[in-house]
């Protein structure tokens, strides 16, 4: 490039001075053209020598580039050359490993075909040595049998039956162990899920009583109430299917009746008419037809709303009314349908413990006093009524077993059974669950304490923990150690067989031995 900017330059300075000369000549004198071409020649001179510097410039600067390149090159090509050489190295060492490896492989082969031959021969050394070993077993069979008297299957006979005899003794043992390991483990676990389940149940409890009470505006109402030759009270009775009881109590009228549910419309209905004010025999029958509708709706949400808050479904509409009746019964003043839900939310929360199905549980919870809800309609135990109806219903045979079950009425024969009779007990016996009169309850505990003081050798007996206990103290002398525990059976079952109460009683037979001495 620059060798050709300076003949560009030489060829313009050339063509300049060239053309400056002619202008000079023209227009000067030859002395001014003289001058003007030595001013020429010697600006052509300079030209040729800065372009021959250019050129020695630039063949130095190529030079120097080439011999970079060159080096570039050898020393790339000295790389890849080591690295072939090292790559050449393994590859040589890898081939030597190999032909160890084949030859390695070669002297196993050889040991195994060596030692396969040995062991077909020592095969059939085996096979003649069991066939000589198996003649000799039968010589030798013979002769005990000739010197025994016995043949070879009853010998047999005798082993296999001291044999068996020995493997029971071993196995009941054995079971004996695992029984009062499991038994012992059972009652801690059960204890600890039970008291889970009390602690993570918090329902509140409020008593109903089995008589209604009305309240009136004045004592004069109760004249209104009676009418006329008492033509609206009978009618209302009439209506009802309920007794009412008209006294001396002050602005109150009571309502005494078998059926609470009965009770409940007659509370409705005679509400309505005092409030309304007209009390005569048709709009005592058209009041009372009105409360019968809302009750029978007020049944109906109670129930499904039950099984909504349990998560239960696919109830039949009928066992849902029937659950919501028991919103208007009571048992030992419990309120019925609370104690329903509150045994469901206890067998779902044990039934979780456990591991098992929790919809089942707390639906065979709150089914478990279906029968209440007609018991006073149906003869026999509401156990039995319940389980009869949610067979009739379509219930399942494992939640028809749990009803008939939970009170005895059947043996428990699952899991599920068994757990709505604990939670059954828990809701029943926990402190404020259920009332007596104070006259019922001091009676009951005076038979808990003469039951137990029937017994022979009984000193005295004390009922404790409200009556849900009765510790019965003996005679050491009279009762040993093995007697206390068959006393305390023995008192269970004469109290299950003479008493009602709710819950269960804890009979504790206390024996103590004393030795005295006096130092004198």
Known sequence: MKIEIAIILIVAAAAVGFFIGNLLRKKFSDS?????????SKSLEDAKRQAETIIKEASLQAKDAIYQAKAEFERETKDKRRDLQALEKRLQQKEENLDKKIIAFDQRETEFLKREQGLVNREQGLVQKEEKLNH?????????????????????????????????????????????????????????????????????????RTVSVVALPSDEMKGRIIGREGRNIRALEAATGI??????????????????????????????????????????????????????????????????????????????????RLRYRTSYSQNVYQHSLEVAFLCGIMAAELGINVKQAKRAGLLHDLGKAVDHEIEGSHAVIGADLARKYGESPKIVHSIMAHHEDEKPSSVLAVLVQAADALSGARPGARREMMETYVKRLEDLERIANSFGGVTNSFAIQAGREIR?????????????????????????????????????????????????
């Open 243 to 324: 007794d009412l009881i008209i006294d001396d109590t002050p602005e109150a009228v009571i309502l005494s009746g078998f059926n609470p549910v009965r009770r409940e419309v007659a509370k409705i209905a005679l509400e309505r008419l005092i409030a309304d004010g007209r009390i005569h025999p048709g709009r005592i029958e058209e009041v009372v037809a009105k409360a019968e509708e809302e009750v029978e709706l007020a049944m109906k949400e109670a129930g499904e709303q039950a099984a909504f808050d349990l998560g239960v479904h696919g109830i039949h509409p009928e066992i849902l009314k029937l659950i919501g």
């Open 136 to 208: 000799i077993i039968e010589e030798e069979r013979k002769k005990l049998e000739e010197l025994s008297g016995l043949s070879s299957a009853e010998a047999k006979r005798i082993l296999m039956e001291a044999m068996e005899s020995e493997a029971k003794l071993d196995a009941a043992k054995r079971v004996k162990a695992i029984e009062e390991e499991a038994r012992e483990t059972a009652d801690k676990k059960s204890k600890e899920i039970i008291s889970l389940a009390i602690q993570r149940y918090a329902g509140e409890y409020v008593a109903e």
């Open 32 to 40: 001014m053209v003289s001058k003007a071409e030595e001013m020429a």
């Open 472 to 520: 019965v103290m003996v005679s050491s002398d009279a009762v040993t150690d093995d007697g206390a525990v068959v006393l305390a059976k023995d008192v269970a079952k004469k109290i299950e067989a003479e008493m009602t109460y709710p819950g269960q009683i804890k009979v504790n037979v206390i024996r103590e031995t004393r030795a005295i001495e006096y130092a004198r």
